[in-house]
């Protein structure tokens, strides 16, 4: 499980450019995204620290509502988000009509 500081040092860490910044976790999270763009095992290869990666930038983006981040992958996980939403909703919708077709049909 990833600490909330960890996550909220993520878009920090991206603009930081002091390397003795005392952030807390801002050079530990630093260090993970840049690993991530310079690793050649990566995920599928069974890299752990990709893997962190990741899962750090999921986990930023989950609750981020900003349009414009500049956190990699920030958009495009928020587009799975919404495609969930949408799915979600779409189910429920599916329930709410089936649940009055029931109503409506004779003899219910
Ligand atoms: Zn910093
Ligand atoms: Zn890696
Ligand atoms: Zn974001």
Do not use: N
Not at 76 to 102: C, M, N, P, W
């Amino acid at each position: 499980m990833l600490d909330r500081e960890v996550i909220d040092a993520v878009p920090h860490a991206l603009r930081c450019r002091f390397a003795q910044c005392q952030t807390p976790k801002c050079r530990e999270v630093y260090a993970l995204l840049r690993h991530g763009t310079q690793c050649q095992v990566g995920v599928p290869g069974g890299c752990l620290l990709c893997k962190k990666m990741w899962l750090l930038l999921f986990y930023h983006a989950l609750p981020c509502q900003e349009d414009d981040c500049s956190v990699p992958r920030c958009s495009y996980f928020s587009e799975i988000r919404e495609e969930t939403k949408r799915r979600v909703q779409a189910e429920k919708d599916g329930e709410i009509h089936k649940k009055a077709a029931l109503r409506a049909a004779p003899g219910a």
